[in-house]
């Protein structure tokens, strides 16, 4: 039977403990700011669990969320470039594809195709000279988040480790807002269930990043909760220091 938590309702001992009760469950569903997702600490186990649940295909790649911005710019290494673009966008409701990092062996690397030409609603940040005239290329890649955590599961900002997660859905079902909108199955999957209240129910946007250093800019993936348009706006903004 899955442990349900109500993370407003913790206290500081109850905020310690939630980590170990993370880290004792195969997988958890817990809010973000943007839909509920499913997962747990970045272990085979989870990600054989996660492709179970979803009914998805086990070498489909997963996400990592980290609690904050200085704990996922501790543990993946990103070039300048990244590292500055990661600073302008999170935390916030994007999903950014980052290059693979060398030193990472876990979970598997994505991958993604750049052709030689630009494609189309392709964005410009901090490229010398423009965009290049790059060739064809394919991209190993880690797609990480780091959620503007909302008062209900603010605590989840405390963990000391990331998780490997998706959407807390069936493969193709849709993003629950609410832990009540979690489809039975998939719930039932779950040995522990992170209550935080409702979300904005908009699944993230998906930005590649993985072009930057090459000088081909960065491009839309997904539309979520923020259009082209605000997003452009946010790159053309003044870099600010990493948020917490």
Same mark, same amino acid.
Request: charged share 10%; hydrophobic share 50%; net charge neutral.
């Given at each position: 039977m899955s442990r349900l938590i109500g993370l407003a309702r913790l206290d500081a001992g109850g905020r310690?403990?939630?980590a170990a009760a993370i880290a004792a469950a195969t997988l958890v569903c817990f809010p973000t700011d943007t839909v509920y997702g499913l997962g747990g600490v970045a272990t085979p186990a989870t990600a054989a669990a996660l492709a179970r649940a979803k009914g998805?295909?086990?070498?489909?790649?997963?996400?990592?969320?980290?609690?904050?911005v200085a704990a996922l710019l501790s543990a993946v290494a990103l070039s300048p470039a990244v590292t500055s673009a990661v600073r302008r966008l999170l935390p916030g409701p994007f999903t950014l594809v980052v290059p693979y990092?060398?030193?990472?062996?876990?979970?598997? =690397?994505?991958?993604v195709e750049w052709p030689a030409a630009? *494609?189309?609603?392709?964005?410009?940040?901090? #490229?010398?000279g423009g965009l290049a005239a790059a060739q064809p290329a394919t991209v190993a890649t880690l797609g990480v988040r780091v959620p503007a955590w909302p008062p209900g599961a603010a605590a989840l900002a405390g963990l000391p480790f990331a998780l490997l997660a998706s959407s807390a859905n069936q493969s193709?079902?849709?993003?629950?807002?609410?832990?009540?909108?979690?489809?039975?199955?998939?719930? =039932?999957?779950?040995?522990?269930?992170?209550?935080?209240? *409702?979300?904005?129910?908009?699944?993230?946007? #998906?930005?590649?990043?993985?072009?930057?250093?090459?000088?081909?800019?960065y491009r839309i993936l997904r539309a979520g909760t923020t259009d082209a348009a605000?997003?452009?706006?946010?790159?053309?903004?003044?870099e600010g220091p990493a948020a917490p």
């Amino acid at each position: 039977m899955s442990r349900l938590i109500g993370l407003a309702r913790l206290d500081a001992g109850g905020r310690a403990e939630l980590a170990a009760a993370i880290a004792a469950a195969t997988l958890v569903c817990f809010p973000t700011d943007t839909v509920y997702g499913l997962g747990g600490v970045a272990t085979p186990a989870t990600a054989a669990a996660l492709a179970r649940a979803k009914g998805r295909p086990a070498d489909k790649p997963f996400q990592l969320i980290y609690p904050t911005v200085a704990a996922l710019l501790s543990a993946v290494a990103l070039s300048p470039a990244v590292t500055s673009a990661v600073r302008r966008l999170l935390p916030g409701p994007f999903t950014l594809v980052v290059p693979y990092p060398p030193t990472m062996s876990f979970p598997p =690397a994505g991958a993604v195709e750049w052709p030689a030409a630009a *494609p189309p609603q392709l964005g410009t940040f901090a #490229v010398a000279g423009g965009l290049a005239a790059a060739q064809p290329a394919t991209v190993a890649t880690l797609g990480v988040r780091v959620p503007a955590w909302p008062p209900g599961a603010a605590a989840l900002a405390g963990l000391p480790f990331a998780l490997l997660a998706s959407s807390a859905n069936q493969s193709g079902g849709a993003d629950p807002a609410a832990l009540d909108q979690v489809d039975p199955a998939v719930r =039932a999957a779950c040995e522990l269930l992170l209550d935080g209240g *409702p979300t904005s129910g908009v699944s993230s946007t #998906v930005i590649d990043l993985s072009g930057l250093e090459a000088g081909r800019g960065y491009r839309i993936l997904r539309a979520g909760t923020t259009d082209a348009a605000a997003i452009a706006a946010i790159f053309a903004s003044k870099e600010g220091p990493a948020a917490p």
